[in-house]
Antibody, heavy 125, light 108 residues
């Protein structure tokens, strides 16, 4: 079965960087995007961006442009999300999620069919 | 970017039907997906492509989408259905996924 297993909780100081990993199993890693979605305490889901494990191409939400880097290592079926210049507002649970994509006519259809367990990143001085 | 509007909360008694809406401009022309998130857990896909269910999701969960409103319907609601529910679609204008703000379903 599809599984996404994320790295453990992190505590960082403001201005530092954090790198979270997401190890995939149960499917062909290069066949599906890996997305990153974050959720601050008591808040909704915020899409951050994706990495295409096959090509390495990435796409980022405008809110995170310049601060986030998504990458992958196909040899170990693992995707990474690095967020830099951390501030207290970045304290959140970060999820990886597999993206299912297809095109119907001119309409892109894209949803998240499997999720990692989440990684709590706490930014505090 | 495309705005998806959900009511913050919906309450329903056990055994009744819950309807959670997701509003957006001409949303009926888009494909909408729904996620259930229980406290401390990752979201789970419960409906995709407006009305399809992934394997393992009970038939009590159904979806519809027309005009400016998509709806997740949960029939014969159980206490275990209490959770936050999020709608999501692909925003063609920004070329990325978009989530609604989420709805907390309370089972009285």
């Amino acid at each position: 079965q599809v599984q996404l297993v994320q790295s453990g909780a992190e505590v960082k100081k403001p201005g530092a960087s954090v790198k979270v990993s997401c190890k995939a199993s149960g499917y062909t890693f290069t066949s599906y995007d890996i997305n990153w979605v974050r959720q601050a305490t008591g808040q909704g889901l915020e899409w951050m961006g994706w990495v295409n494990p096959n090509s390495g191409n990435t796409g980022y939400a405008q809110n995170f442009q310049g601060r986030v880097t998504m990458s992958r290592n196909t040899s170990i079926s693992t995707a990474y999300m690095q967020l830099s210049s951390l501030r207290s507002e970045d304290t959140a649970v970060y999820f990886c999620a597999r993206g299912f994509r297809r095109i119907v006519g001119a309409t892109p259809i894209y949803y998240f069919d499997s999720w990692g367990q989440g990684t709590l990143v706490t930014v505090s001085s | 970017s495309y705005v998806l509007t959900q009511p913050p909360s919906v309450s329903v008694a056990p055994g009744q039907t819950a309807r959670i809406t997701c509003g957006g401009n001409n949303i009926g022309s888009k494909s909408v997906h729904w996620y259930q998130q229980k406290p401390g857990q990752a979201p789970v896909l419960v409906v995709f492509d407006d009305s399809d269910r992934p394997s393992g999701i009970p038939e009590r969960f159904s979806g519809s989408n027309s005009g400016n409103t998509a709806t997740l319907t949960i029939s014969r609601v159980e206490v275990g259905d209490e959770a936050d529910y999020y709608c999501q679609l692909w925003d063609s204008s920004s070329d990325h996924p978009e989530f609604g703000g989420g709805t907390k379903l309370t089972v009285l």
